[in-house]
């Protein structure tokens, strides 16, 4: 198996130390990792790479990132980036309509340090807060609250055993690595929590009993 990266490393949206570590552990199992490397073209046996090498293939699976989809540019003629994301003020109200807000991976949110707010589920759980108080605060006639991102650590989970992160916050006093089993036991809790949050006890459970089965009577590896 061979990951190709045409940045200078993995999962660059996450911080260095969790690229690095996530590297290393696909290493361990046995995938070739490629980075600084640019896929000019593929066949039906494999891909050729701006370096001259042609890597042999019998599955090749693409995966070009986050991109809001074309129906969200021609929204009422709301103000959009490159990737078709909804700009929005501090609020999250979109820079053209105040009645209107945009949260998650289609919402393109400046933060005051630079940059945006990353398209991840911790953000999206934040931001909808935030806006919920918001659209109560506007129709009482109250003053609107920034949204501010606040990083709470990040998990990678890549095999069955083997999850990469770190934790942040007051328990940890700044940043935490954590790898292996550890890691993998607050990644699904974290998912679990999740999941409480939406559905309730009783539905989760569910699913989780739902889930135990599929694993048992379904393939492994499944393609959207």
């Known amino acids: 198996m061979t990951l190709v990266e045409a ?6 949206a996450l911080p260095p130390r969790i690229s690095s570590a996530a590297h290393n552990e696909l290493t361990k199992l ?16 494999g891909l050729h790479t701006k370096e001259g090498e042609y890597i042999q293939a019998d599955l090749m699976v693409w995966a070009a990132g986050i991109k809001a989809p074309d129906f969200m540019k021609e929204i009422g003629g709301l103000e959009t980036n490159r990737i078709n994301q909804l700009v929005v003020e501090p609020t999250l109200q979109t ?23 990353p398209p991840r589920a911790q953000a999206a759980h934040q931001m909808a807060t935030c806006a919920m108080n918001n659209i ?7 003053p609107l609250k920034a ?24 328990l940890t006093r700044g940043s935490m690595m954590i790898e292996g089993r550890i890691a993998r036991f607050v ?32 393939p492994r590896l499944k393609l959207h």
């Open 7 to 12: 940045g200078e490393r993995i999962l660059p």
């Open 30 to 45: 046995g995938v070739r990792v490629l980075t600084q490397t640019m896929v000019t073209s593929a066949d039906e046996g």
């Open 95 to 117: 820079t053209r309509d105040p009645d209107i807000y945009a949260i998650g991976d289609c919402a393109s949110c400046a933060r005051p340090e630079g940059g945006f707010v």
């Open 136 to 142: 109560l605060a506007q129709m009482n006639g109250k």
């Open 147 to 170: 949204y501010q991102y606040k990083d709470h650590g990040s998990l990678v989970s890549l095999s069955n055993f083997s999850t990469v992160g770190s934790l942040m916050g007051n």
């Open 187 to 218: 990644y699904i809790s974290l998912y679990r929590m999740h999941q409480i949050a939406l559905h309730g006890y009783f539905k989760t459970g569910l699913m989780m009993l739902v889930g135990s089965i599929n694993r048992v009577i379904r």
